[in-house]
């Protein structure tokens, strides 16, 4: 289950909730994977600058929210005011590989990055999955523009060996601020007929859904039906759309689409194409808006899917597990499997980490497999991890094995319970009793005072 969310946040910071919009709430299974596409981060020069030394608000806001819940965030890629963020549950994490990203500046002849394309790539159970978050040129005469620059953002390569192309993907999920305007009709009858929520009338004369019908490269493209208001432009913290002396006319500028590979080249044969063959299919359950956020003059969308996948992956790489119980009273073992194709390196390295971490840096210490390694035989080996890096308070834990060659994690233990450290507790007692023992003394100053 994959929700991705497509939001023009205007450079406003992150709204107080969402759990609506992630739809945290649901009574359905929870998602396997988030991918939230954003354009216009406050990008001004001094956020930038420090975005790139730390993570930036909304990144953090996001982690915030999803890391308790058992999300870490896999990748994410910005270019200025675009950002691209994917997280992934725990137990997805070693069928996840060849993670790349990459961006494309589109904006004053490709000089700029204000507008363009940022994207994650990675190969899901063996599938290859692409993910483009785009914000195309806005105004309703532009409409050449945005087509020629979503083409370019298709060319562009990942770097790296045997990375397909955008198109070769299995599949590519295409969304953003696409800026498609609704061309011919004048202001009055568009509010009217969302006023009637009569949207049909609107669909033949959407920029996207007439180009769809010219452009080759644009009909392998699926969207579900345009069936919520244009989220396109709202006053602030309303629903009421753009009061200002510009007035204008209500857009769906925020959109999500999708491409399958094995579909459009069972399109293009005559033969028939039985459901056996085909390895993975997309479903889509819910594409709607949001109405309830107001921090920008875009309401944000989101696509919920179902990916059918028949894995071509599944076992994990590297199987690995805490040894005995673990505190920091003494060194601590931990042991590992690698299948035999498994390229390791000396550069490999097995990380603690809290349940709810962050992202893979986000561990509490490490061990290097080589430099740590105690004992080795062809089925297992040990690697140690000193009593000084271990916490001394204890609590759930897990360990992730995290492969240079793939730049990624591979193999996840179950969580673990390290005990906390029984001599530090025996300590701070001690000491507590010695600090009440003197109140006293403390209390007859007082009642002198």
Known sequence: RLHLVTWNVGTA???????????????????????????????????????????????????????????????????????????????????????????????????????????????????????????????????EQRLDDFEKILEMQFEGENIPSTLDHDVLFWFGDLNFRIADYGIHFVRESINNKRYNLLWEKDQLNMAKKKEAFLQEFIEGPLQFKPTYKFDLYSDVYDTSEKKRKPAWTDRILWRVKNLCQHASKEDEFSAEEQTISVTLNNYISHMSYGISDHKPVTGTFGLELKPLLSDPLVMLNPEGEWSAEHDVLISYSAVPEFPSSAWDWIGLFKVAFRHVNDYVTYAWVEDDEISSNKDRKQVYMSAAEIPDMGGEFLLCYYSNNFQSIVGISQPFQIQPNRTLMEKDLTQEKNSWMQKPDNLESHDEF
């Open 13 to 143: 910071s992150p709204p107080p909730d969402v759990t609506s919009l992630l739809q945290l709430n649901s009574l359905d299974p929870t998602m396997d994977m988030y991918v939230i596409g954003l354009q216009e981060v406050n990008s001004r020069i001094t956020n930038f600058l420090s975005d790139l030394a730390f993570d930036d608000p909304w990144s953090i806001f996001f982690m915030t929210v999803l890391s308790p819940l058992g999300y870490i965030k896999l990748s994410s890629v910005r270019m200025q005011g675009l950002l691209l963020l994917v997280f992934v549950k725990h137990v997805h994490l070693p069928f996840i590989r060849d993670i790349h990203t990459h961006y494309t500046r589109t904006g004053l002849y490709g000089y700029w990055g204000n507008k363009g394309g940022v994207t994650v790539r990675m190969s899901l159970y063996g599938h290859t999955i692409c993910f483009m978050n785009c914000h195309l040129p806005a105004h309703i005469e532009n409409t």
